[in-house]
Nanobody, 129 residues
Framework: QVQLVESGGGLVQAGGSLRLSCAAS????????MGWFRQAPGKEREFVAA???????????NYADSVKGRFTISRDNAKTTVFLQMNSLKPEDTAVYYC???????????????????WGQGTQVTVSS
C-alpha cells in the first residue's frame, strides 16, 4: 500500500503562484507514474499533469491543455516526492487537487483516474479574481 501526503494548497490571487508537494511512502519503487487530478465543485474530476519514471535518469511529463505553459510537474526521486509548480493561476484553477500514484509506467492516453491505484486526501487551491 502506498500512502500519499499532499501539501502546499491555499488561497492566492489571480496571476499568483503556488507549489504543491506530494510525498509517497510505504514501498520502494523501480518505476512509477505520479501526477495530479483536480475537481471543482459541480464538475468532473479532471487530469492536470503526470510524470513517469522508469528507473533511469529520464522522466516524462504530460499536461492537460488547460495548464500547459503555466504548470510544471517535477520529481525528487530520492524522496519519491512530486511537485506541481503552478504559475499564472486563474480563478478557473480553483479546485481540490489530488495526488495520484501508480507503480508502473502509464503513457499519455492511459492516465485516467481509474488507472491510478493510490490517491491522496486532496488539497484545496483557491484563486481569487
Amino acid at each position: 500500500q502506498v500512502q500519499l501526503v499532499e501539501s502546499g494548497g491555499g488561497l492566492v490571487q489571480a496571476g499568483g503562484s503556488l507549489r504543491l508537494s506530494c510525498a509517497a511512502s510505504g514501498r520502494t519503487f523501480s518505476a512509477y507514474t505520479m501526477g495530479w487530478f483536480r475537481q471543482a465543485p459541480g464538475k468532473e474530476r479532471e487530469f492536470v499533469a503526470a510524470i513517469t519514471w522508469g528507473g533511469g535518469p529520464t522522466s516524462y511529463t504530460n499536461y492537460a491543455d488547460s495548464v500547459k505553459g503555466r504548470f510544471t510537474i517535477s520529481r525528487d526521486n530520492a524522496k519519491t516526492t512530486v511537485f506541481l509548480q503552478m504559475n499564472s493561476l486563474k480563478p478557473e484553477d480553483t479546485a481540490v487537487y489530488y495526488c495520484v500514484h501508480e507503480a508502473r509506467i502509464l503513457y499519455p492516453g492511459s492516465q485516467s483516474p481509474g488507472a491510478f491505484g493510490s490517491w491522496g486526501q486532496g488539497t484545496q487551491v483557491t484563486v481569487s479574481s
